[in-house]
């Protein structure tokens, strides 16, 4: 489960006539989580125009729809596999824009159970940049109008992440990031690229100067006297 730290978040409608068609950040820090809002950017064709719209991060799993399952999907099959395939073909793909990110490293305790300790990478520039997600509606039962859901597309972990993060991992695998804003249009289909031009931007970044840290651990609130 990865957990998102973004800030620099893209408001209004995402076309302040920037390179990366996105507003200024607000300066805050805001945390997205599996199964909770996000805003996404997406290309709205019938407007003309990229919108930031939320979703809620998770497909709803068949049996619970409150339960997000999945939550990723594999840059490899994104385009072949179902319930990925049908959204990345119609264009139905979206951007989180984003400054540092978290990932989470399963470490074992002394008394032999798990927890998760967060690291967070940070490109160390301050400029935004895109994690790719596909997105589609889901008509539930006992809602008034269909719901937004979205998934994270995931591709090989960096030699960074592997190293510093997952080193026990045997396929670790990264959010899909899109370095470039010159390439948003291809991602979100508005530039009018075919599929296979979206899944090519889906791979690894290497050779990047990022780095990781752990992220400090929350003091406790002092007990109530």
Excluded at 55 to 73: L, Q
Aim: aromatic fraction near 8%.
């Amino acid at each position: 489960m990865t957990l998102l730290v973004t800030a620099s978040l893209l408001t209004g409608d995402g076309s302040s006539g920037n390179e990366g068609g996105g507003n200024e950040g607000d300066g805050e820090v805001h945390t997205y989580r599996v199964g909770g809002p996000v805003p996404v950017v997406i290309w709205d064709a019938e407007a003309g125009r990229r919108r930031v719209v939320p979703m809620r991060w998770g497909f709803p799993d068949p049996r619970d729809w409150r339960r997000p399952r999945p939550i990723h999907a594999r840059s490899e099959t994104i385009d072949a596999k179902e319930p990925f395939r049908t959204p990345f073909h119609a264009g139905q793909r979206g951007i989180v824009a984003f400054e540092t990110f978290n990932e989470g490293e399963e470490v074992t305790k002394p008394s032999g159970g798990t927890e998760v300790k967060q690291w967070t990478v940070n490109p160390g520039d301050g400029q935004p940049r895109g994690f790719a997600f596909v997105w589609r509606r889901y008509e539930i039962v006992g809602q008034p109008a269909p719901l937004l859901f979205c998934v994270m597309a995931t591709v090989p972990a960096s030699e960074l992440i592997r190293r510093s993060i997952k080193p026990v991992e045997d396929e670790p695998r990264m959010p899909a990031i899109l370095e470039r804003f010159d390439v948003w249009a291809t991602w979100l289909g508005e530039d009018g690229s075919p599929p296979v031009g979206a899944k090519a931007l889906l791979r690894t970044m290497e050779g990047v100067n990022w780095t990781a840290a752990p992220e400090p651990k929350k003091p406790r609130a002092p007990r109530r006297t």
